[in-house]
């Protein structure tokens, strides 16, 4: 090969290998950015979860202090009616004395 092409055939051949190197690398970023992706999509899946879990415990919450509520009502609702039956009870004693 003359001494005038030489640095052209090296100049080219340089070319190529960084060319090479930088399809390689591009091929790992490439599957680099395909893994990000599904680990994103992964944590989608995640927060899901985690809203769904939420938005239960939230429901059990509202659920827990409605039964609460009604337990409430019940005792204030039999505390009259012992009232009303020691009330009774009194008086029937009283009457019968």
């Known amino acids: 090969m003359s001494d005038a092409v030489r640095p052209l055939f090296d100049g080219?051949?340089?070319?190529?290998?960084?060319?090479?190197r930088a399809s390689d690398d591009l091929k790992v970023a490439a599957e680099t950015m395909v893994a990000a992706v599904n680990h994103i999509g992964a944590a989608n899946a995640a927060f899901g979860t985690v809203i769904d879990a939420a938005m239960?415990?939230?429901?059990?919450?509202?659920?827990?202090?409605?039964?609460?509520?009604?337990?409430?009502?019940?005792?204030?609702?039999?505390?009259?009616?012992?009232?009303?039956?020691?009330?009774?009870?009194e008086k029937q004693q009283g009457n019968c004395s």
Do not use: P
């Open 56 to 89: 239960h415990a939230q429901n059990e919450h509202e659920d827990l202090r409605r039964t609460v509520n009604r337990l409430e009502l019940m005792v204030m609702a039999q505390s009259v009616e012992i009232r009303t039956m020691r009330e009774q009870m």
């Open 12 to 20: 080219l051949h340089t070319a190529a290998e960084h060319l090479r």
